[in-house]
């Protein structure tokens, strides 16, 4: 079974400063590894995903995450945060073996990021 | 281009009593899914057609719970009867054929309130 830990229910950062957003993993092969962002009224929203290749993903709205195989992390990073970036964040996994075609992720419950003034 | 869209955007119902959500994929894509989110929980995945045919519905939580998407255009999602803990939002999302790496298309969601 495959599994996403988010520890942190939100996370309260001044805008300027760098955001970091925790995601660690469990999964029985290799990961396909996502971010997605839930802004308030919408619906989530594809952010970001690791695939294969650099550890180091770019994604949109200046985000990125770095995968860390040996610490099963996939953290989201920006290195200066807006108040336009307060949303809900999930990561979320997919089995790399898992070959029936589709997209059947497994996702964590959410970090609730908030950038002040 | 239209996105996902959900309809009703909020019910909120009786236990005992049944509710039907919709949703409207994007144009095209012949993968649709229903995932759940309970309160503060994490997004749990219930089902995933292609076209007309249920792909997996490993994540079906009981017989309460009937979908379908006759004509694999738009699917249905009827909870009978409905129960306290069956409370939450219902997303649904859509992808293209041979897209199996991951970026969903989410509409925005119904959420289902049962009292």
């Known amino acids: 079974a495959q599994s996403v830990a988010q520890p942190e229910d939100q996370v309260n950062v001044a805008e300027g400063n760098p955001l970091t957003v925790k995601c660690t993993y469990s999964?029985?092969?290799?990961?396909?590894l996502f971010w997605y962002v839930q802004y308030p009224n919408r619906g989530l929203q594809f952010l970001l995903k690791?695939?294969?290749?650099?550890?180091l993903v770019k994604g949109s709205y200046g985000f990125e995450a770095e995968f860390n195989k040996s610490q099963t992390s996939f953290h989201l990073k920006k290195p200066s945060a807006l108040v336009s970036d307060s949303a809900l964040y999930f990561c979320?996994?997919?089995?790399?073996?898992?070959?029936?075609?589709?997209?059947?992720?497994?996702f964590g419950t959410g970090t609730q990021l908030k950038v002040e003034l | 281009e239209a996105g996902v869209t959900q309809f009703p955007s909020h019910s909120v119902i009786e236990k005992g009593q049944t509710v039907t959500l919709r949703c409207d994929p994007i144009?095209?894509?012949?993968?649709l899914y229903w995932y759940r989110r309970v309160m503060g929980k994490e997004i749990k995945f219930l089902l995933h057609?292609?076209?007309?045919?249920?792909?997996?519905e490993s994540g079906m939580p009981n017989n309460r719970f009937l979908a379908e998407r006759t004509g694999g255009t738009y699917s249905t999602l009827k909870v009978q009867p409905a129960e306290l803990e069956d409370s939450g939002v219902y997303f649904c999302?859509?992808?293209?054929?041979?897209?199996?790496?991951?970026?969903?298309?989410f509409g925005e969601g119904s959420r289902l309130t049962v009292l």
């Open positions: 690791y695939i294969t290749g650099d550890n």
């Open positions: 979320a996994v997919r089995d790399r073996r898992f070959t029936g075609g589709g997209n059947k992720l497994t």
């Open positions: 144009s095209g894509h012949d993968n």
């Open positions: 057609f292609v076209k007309e045919s249920k792909q997996d």
């Open positions: 999964v029985s092969g290799n990961p396909y």
């Open positions: 999302a859509s992808s293209q054929e041979g897209t199996n790496t991951g970026e969903l298309f």
